[in-house]
């Protein structure tokens, strides 16, 4: 079964890190675009980094630029979002996701996903 499973979601204190891991079963993520997506509650899902696999090009969200870092691993065909600095803006549900090559920002999103995880909830409180 097609799938993308997600791990590492939590709760944290401002100033923290996390690392979410989303591993993917039955398709080789490595011939995909990857992207993180999240959706605070009372907002729209937007589109938080992705990585291209064309040439590994990395393109992150302003508010997340030089905190968060989106990365793969071939051998494992997992990806990871490393989240440091978490501030309580971060809290939403986080989704990872697979589809495409190229990572195509349209309107807040990333378009072309084609696969994606259940989502799994980070929580920044003090």
């Known amino acids: 079964q097609l799938q993308l499973v997600e791990s590492g979601g939590g709760s944290v204190q401002p100033g923290g890190s996390l690392r979410l891991s989303c591993a993917a079963s039955?398709?080789?993520?490595?011939?995909?675009?990857i992207a993180w997506f999240r959706q605070a509650p009372g907002k729209e899902r937007e589109g938080v980094s992705c990585?291209?696999?064309?040439?590994?090009?990395?393109y992150y969200k302003d508010s997340v630029k030089g905190r968060f870092t989106i990365s793969r691993d071939k051998d494992k065909n997992t990806m990871y979002l490393q989240m440091n600095n978490l501030k309580p803006e971060d809290t939403a549900v986080y989704y990872c996701?697979?589809?495409?090559?190229?990572?195509?920002?349209?309107?807040?999103?990333?378009?072309?996903?084609?696969?994606w995880g259940k989502g799994m909830l980070v929580t920044v409180s003090s």
């Open positions: 996701a697979a589809g495409g090559v190229m990572c195509t920002y349209y309107k807040d999103t990333y378009e072309g996903m084609e696969y």
């Open positions: 039955e398709f080789t993520l490595d011939y995909y675009a």
């Open positions: 990585i291209s696999a064309t040439d590994g090009s990395t």
